[in-house]
């Protein structure tokens, strides 16, 4: 990634210990292509994602019953959901903890991984993805919508997490099992959060983008939306480097998900997250990122 990033690496560092104007980007060689954005008028679409904390148990009791689990090995396809809520993985020592939460786990999947806390001492442990059931994705805040449990314009993470908090848990696994894809987990020795660059993630500058236009590693340039505390847009953008580190199965086309890091505030920051902007993507004259127009298919719109 050095090799053919380290160059434009080094320039933007010029660029901003010197002044960091905008302007000024094309006197260090640094080319800029506006996205076209999913109406061709420039506006990308920014969610957010973090790495949850879920305090969990070793040992299932009344309170902390459901298991986080271990990527099995299935003979043909593995499990759905349903199935797995059914029990179809009891028995095989794939229980890596149980938390006292249904929705929080689903949380932990839907970011990909998340730290836990076992209770038994002070120590955080980092769980990584391993791996999923290989049934379809299917989105539970589109599920919400269409059954109109929430307005298409509140949806967030948040908003999902809110609903469930007031439903009982047969309903809240009900609607969870119109998702049949599943997420695995396995213990990481290293607390670093990596994505799919295999690089750790560094808060507010690393981002989830679609590989096919933005290969691990590219650098954008981006006019992100500034919230209040509410997750209400204030009126206001403010520009920012962004490394892109990461993908995502929801993560295409004219689509960022920004890392907000560890833990409660950096979820509420990641939950209330769906607002657009504008991005350029950046690349550096007489290099191998020269010329950062020519994405796939030209310039990148929907």
Known sequence: MDRKYGPLYR???????????????????????????????????FT????????????PDAEYKYPVYAMPKCKG??????????????????????????????MMEVQGSGFVHYGDNDEMQYFGYAGKNGHRYV???????????????????????DWAEKQSPAKLRELLEQNPSYVFFERRPSLDVKGSAGIPLLADSAVAGDRKYFPMGSVILAEVP??????????????QLF??????????????????GRGEKAGIAAGHYKHFGRVWKLGLKGTATQDPWLMANGQLSD
């Open 243 to 260: 490394i892109v580190l990461d993908t995502g199965g929801a993560v295409k086309r004219n689509h960022f998900d920004i890392y907000h």
């Open 77 to 106: 396809r593995c499990p759905s959901r349903a199935q797995i809520y059914a029990g179809a993985l009891k028995g095989q020592g794939l229980e890596l903890g149980y938390s006292k939460s249904m929705i929080d786990v689903f």
């Open 226 to 239: 500034k919230l209040n505390e509410a997750g209400h847009w204030t009126g206001k953008h403010q520009l």
């Open 48 to 59: 957010g994602y973090y790495s949850p904390v879920l305090e969990i148990r070793h040992y």
């Open 139 to 161: 989105s539970i805040g589109k599920v919400l919508i269409d059954r109109g449990e929430v307005p298409r314009d509140k949806m967030s993470l948040k908003a999902i997490h």
């Open 11 to 45: 320039q933007l560092e010029k660029w901003i210990k010197t002044d960091g104007k905008v302007q000024d980007l094309t006197k260090y060689g640094i080319q800029a292509a506006q996205l076209g954005g999913s109406d061709d008028r420039g506006n990308v679409m």
